[in-house]
Antibody, heavy 122, light 108 residues
Framework: EVRLVESGGGLVPPGRSLRLSCVASGFTFDDYGIHWVRQVPGKGLEWVSG????????DYADSVKGRFTISRDNAKNALYLEMNSLRVEDTAFYYC???????????????WGQGTLVTVSS | EIVLTQSPGTLSLSPGERATLSCRASQSVPSSKLVWYQQKPDRAPRLLIF???GRATGIPDRFSGSVSGTDFTLTITRLEPEDFAVYFC?????????FGQGTKLEIK
C-alpha cells in the first residue's frame, strides 16, 4: 500500500522558518518525482514545488521561489520542504504527492498524503 | 502561466443524473496534459482522469474526460451519492502546474 505521511506543520510567526517532512512507503521511492501542493482550508489547490526522482530537476512556484527549498533523501524515503521568511499568505495545508510517471518530470499526483497544517500568524 | 477556469462554480444535481464539468485553459495545454481530481471534505485529492481522458486505476467507468481545443470536460454519468464532492482540474503540460478553482458538485 502506498503511503505518504507529512509532518512538521505548526504555528509560526511571520518571518520565521519551518521544515516539513514527508515519509513515503509502499513504492520504489527513488523512481518517482514528488511534489508539494498547498491548500488554504476551504479553498483551492496551489502547486508549490517539485523534485524529480534523482533530484536532477527542481522547480518552484513564483510565490515561494527564493524562500522555500525542496530536497529529498532517497536512502530514507523522505522528502523535505524548508520554508524560510514565512508570510501570513503561506498559511495552508501542505500535501506531498507522488508523481504518476516513473522517472517522469511533470506532475500527476496519483497518491497524496493527509496534509500538515502550517499557520503563519503573530 | 496557464490559467484554468472551471465552470460552474457549483452544480446541484440528484443521484442518477448526469454531471458535466468544464475546465477552460487560457492557452493551449501541451499534449492535452490535464488531470481531474475529486476532493471530499478533510481528505486529500484523488486522481480521476489523466491525459485529459485516461481513467486512473480503480476509477469507475461512469467518469470520463474529453477535450476540444482548450476546453476540457469531465462527465459523470449516473451520479452516485459518493460522487458529490469538489472537482479540480490541473494542467501538467508546463510549469508552473496550475489548478482550476474547483467545481462543487452538491446534492439537489
Amino acid at each position: 500500500e502506498v503511503r505518504l505521511v507529512e509532518s512538521g506543520g505548526g504555528l509560526v510567526p511571520p518571518g520565521r522558518s519551518l521544515r516539513l517532512s514527508c515519509v513515503a512507503s509502499g513504492f520504489t521511492f527513488d523512481d518517482y518525482g514528488i511534489h508539494w501542493v498547498r491548500q488554504v482550508p476551504g479553498k483551492g489547490l496551489e502547486w508549490v514545488s517539485g523534485i524529480t526522482w534523482n533530484s536532477g530537476s527542481i522547480d518552484y512556484a513564483d510565490s515561494v521561489k527564493g524562500r522555500f527549498t525542496i530536497s529529498r533523501d532517497n536512502a530514507k524515503n523522505a522528502l523535505y520542504l524548508e520554508m524560510n521568511s514565512l508570510r501570513v499568505e503561506d498559511t495552508a495545508f501542505y500535501y506531498c504527492a507522488k508523481d504518476y510517471g516513473r522517472r517522469g518530470s511533470s506532475f500527476v499526483g496519483d497518491y497524496w498524503g493527509q496534509g500538515t497544517l502550517v499557520t503563519v500568524s503573530s | 502561466e496557464i490559467v484554468l477556469t472551471q465552470s460552474p462554480g457549483t452544480l446541484s444535481l440528484s443521484p442518477g443524473e448526469r454531471a458535466t464539468l468544464s475546465c477552460r485553459a487560457s492557452q493551449s495545454v501541451p499534449s492535452s496534459k490535464l488531470v481531474w481530481y475529486q476532493q471530499k471534505p478533510d481528505r486529500a485529492p484523488r486522481l480521476l482522469i489523466f491525459g485529459a481522458s485516461g481513467r486512473a486505476t480503480g476509477i469507475p467507468d461512469r467518469f470520463s474526460g474529453s477535450v476540444s481545443g482548450t476546453d476540457f470536460t469531465l462527465t459523470i454519468t449516473r451520479l452516485e451519492p459518493e460522487d458529490f464532492a469538489v472537482y479540480f482540474c490541473q494542467q501538467y503540460g508546463s510549469s508552473p502546474y496550475t489548478f482550476g478553482q474547483g467545481t462543487k458538485l452538491e446534492i439537489k
